[in-house]
């Protein structure tokens, strides 16, 4: 009789245990809910200030001009010192990918959701394209100051014996060393993928003051792309200040920010471009028109 009592109270008991696990789920999914809300409109209202911006610019300029100093006071054995280390291969190496990938599902889902139409949202895309060209442009660009700039050598025990080879593609196929003036490339793309992901995010501000539709998913793509945006600014450090020569970083940066500049700081406030982040997407209030 007591074994029948135990048994019967065994479903009972099972029943009370999923409820408290749904309620304890509940409570999770309503604080992980708030987080993202609360998280995704600080980071927004942040990120929407031009003056905040400004103030973000003249930190990137910081870390690229005063950053190499910290490396007499930072322990030269750490991971991120090496080449091969997880974050540069994974990260660094392909951070044009990255940011695409992010950046543009941000893109993506602001600019459709805010106007349905699929054409303005492949004008905006469009802006990606432009970056990935001059990804590209700048990287042959830095190669080719390489090869005009260098000399090709075969180091000896006695010293390093200069060859008369023409270019660098030839010297490596022999076997031997090229050296000329090197543009961090890394330091480029790295300033370059701040500064455009930082333009780029500043539109979710305004895209929430419209009261435009940002469901979690959107939320979450936009936090995303926050997080990518911190790990950018700390590969960027380690970056000037483990990596390259000094002028060869300065030089990097200098070209991505003008980079920027050409496209996002000019370009786009022409008609005839892709056009500037938050281009047609709200309407135009009267004294937004004034201030045009």
Not at 2 to 27: S, T, Y
Not at 52 to 66: D, E, G, P, Q
Not at 201 to 206: G, I, L, N, T
Request: include cysteine; hydrophobic fraction near 50%; charge should be positive.
């Amino acid at each position: 009789m007591e074994r029948g009592q135990v048994v019967g109270a065994g479903p009972g008991a099972g029943a009370r245990i999923r409820a408290l696990l749904g309620c304890l789920v509940k409570v999770l999914l309503c604080v992980a809910s708030a987080l993202l809300y609360f998280g995704s409109e600080q980071a927004a209202r942040l990120l929407g200030s031009p003056c905040l911006r400004r103030l973000y610019h003249a930190w990137l300029a910081a870390v690229v001009i005063f950053g190499p100093l910290l490396q007499f006071h930072v322990n030269s054995r750490t991971i991120f010192a090496s080449h091969g280390n997880f974050f540069n291969i994974k990260f660094v190496n392909s951070a044009w990918g990255w940011t695409c990938t992010f950046l543009g599902g941000f893109v993506l889902l602001v600019v459709f959701l805010a106007t349905r139409r699929v054409a303005v949202t492949a004008r905006h895309l469009s802006r990606l394209v432009v970056g990935a060209a001059v990804w590209r442009g700048a990287g042959r660009a830095f190669l080719l100051i390489e090869d005009l700039t260098g000399s090709c050598f075969e180091p000896l025990p006695q010293g390093l014996l200069l060859h008369e080879l023409p270019d660098r593609r030839s010297c490596l196929a022999a076997g031997h060393q090229w050296r000329g003036y090197t543009v961090s490339s890394h330091t480029f793309l790295l300033t370059f993928c701040c500064l455009l992901m930082a333009e780029e995010a500043a539109v979710f501000a305004k895209y929430l003051a419209h009261g435009l539709p940002a469901g979690a998913p959107l939320r979450l793509v936009f936090l995303l792309n926050m997080l990518l945006l911190g790990l950018w600014n700390f590969l960027l450090l380690c970056t000037v200040i483990y990596f390259h020569q000094y002028t060869h970083k300065v030089v990097g940066a200098a070209v991505g920010t003008f980079a920027w500049y050409l496209t996002y700081g000019s370009w786009y406030h022409q008609p005839w471009s892709p056009g500037s982040p938050g281009h047609g997407l709200f309407p135009r209030t009267h004294s937004s028109r004034k201030h045009n």
